[in-house]
């Protein structure tokens, strides 16, 4: 790891929080959240947050955008569920593209999912019952992060 990877992992703040804009989608009656995530190179990803009404589920998602406007596939997303009797709010689905992995994007997801939970449960997304071996490393990282070390 180089002096730079260091102040990286150390410093970074996945979503340019300058760049996020809320507006209401009348037709679909739902919020939609945008704002940037630049990786490590300084490359602007754009993202998009749907946070809309939902019987069943918190009514969050997210994804992240591919770079070049030529591109109109998302190289991540992730959404929210309900779970167990506590009714906590679980991440139900994350996925990133294998080329795009360990840029911070999957935390830039979960943190403007926060956001949203925050805005509109003030509740907290929690660690799922069942994770994967990938959710189990995401979550000890994040963990570690919050307490002021590196992933």
Known sequence: MTAFDTAWELVKMPIDWDSHKVEYDNDNKQNIHT???????????PMTAWDYDDPFGPGIEVAINHPSE???????????QREGVE??????????????????????????MQYIATE????????????????????AAYRTKQEGGLE
């Open 35 to 45: 704002a940037n995530f630049y990786d490590k190179r300084g490359k602007l990803f």
């Open 70 to 80: 030529d591109v109109t596939h998302s190289i991540g997303s992730a959404d929210l």
């Open 120 to 139: 509109k449960y003030n509740q907290e997304i929690t660690e799922s019952n069942d994770q994967s071996s990938d959710a189990k490393a995401f979550w």
């Open 87 to 112: 009714n906590n709010l679980t991440v139900n689905s994350a996925n990133v593209d294998e080329e795009h992995r360990r840029q911070g994007m999957n935390t830039a997801m979960y943190e403007l």
